[in-house]
């Protein structure tokens, strides 16, 4: 593909330069759908799970209707449920909490890193000894995100899991489907990882979808029933209370077109991270330079600001240039009307979530996607820069 013109509108998430380039082929593909109609858990979606698989590098994968539904799965699955606490970052996407929450458990939100975004290990390991201490909730699983595709920390991750009685590692990598760390991509770091198919994400379908990786195969045989309703080995037998979790052959269709771009997608937002770490400068924070090992998927590319006021300026510098920007997230999830609630239950005074918090106040996203040309780069970074 030839890159944009430098003073090509820029994009925030690519919807259209991509589709230029797959379009014959998903039309096709949902064409296929049509005529044999099999909607819903079609061939496709069978087809689909043998290539993701294969991608992650996992022995299974199951198609699931969304990432929600992936988190929830993989949570029904291990019967989390009241009395149970699920540490997770405050600084996330909300349905990393809220999971918990309708299977009736407990979030128990910890403190991130300045420096990667992820959860904080130190403070991870404060908060679960202070459950099991107080004994009101039983530690039960740890949720980590790799956020903005910045793989956590997994094998310290795991072994904290390990010391504290085999807790429950899950991997929100809705945002990260792709990003390596040493060498592996995510999904078989933890016991099971949930991906998302959310059109703006790494590898997005045109509507919702999602998945589930493990190697386990227990796990997965259990996922695959708890997608469609709990049933057993034939469709009228129900094992257990399960959902409507499927993902449907249109989507998988659509995803089966874009798998073959993806590794050099991955590429060219790395690429475009570089091109925007080469610009920016102090006073302004790139993300972290990728530490060796971990290897993001880019799948947001976020800066830090001095203060809330800076980040007003950048944003109004980038506005008035017809750039867009976003901010990933304005509100650590602990001070959420619909999450305060469960903070103040996981302890009695629930110890300060400093880093979220402040992060919050500072953070912006730019552009990011495999389609920016360098030059859109270099505008995007010159507006950033304009504002000091
Ligand atoms: C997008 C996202 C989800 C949810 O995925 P959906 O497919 O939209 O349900 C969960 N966690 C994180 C961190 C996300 O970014």
Redesign the pocket.
Known sequence: MTPPPDDAPVAFFDMKAQQALIRAGIDAGIARVLDHGRFIQGPEVDALEEKLAAFAGVAHCVGVS????A?QIAMMAENIGPGDAVFLPAF??T??AEVPLVLGATPVFVDVEEATFNIDLADLERRVELVAREGRLRPRAVVG?D?YGLPADWPAIEALCGRHGGMFALD?A??AFGARLHGKRLGGWADAT?C???PT?TLGCYG???ALLTDDADRAALYRSLRTHGEGASRYEVLRTGMNGRLDSIQAAILLEKVPLLEGELAARARAARWYAERLRAPVVAPPSPTPGFESAWGIYSILLPDAAARDRVQAALGAAGLPSAIYYPKPLHHQPAYRAAHAAAFGGPPPLPVSEDLCARVLSLPMHPYLSEGQVARVADAVMSAF
């Open positions: 969304s990432g929600t539904d988190l996330t996407y349905a990393t995100v956020l929100d809705a945002q949930a998302s198919f959310y994400k919702d979808g999602g």
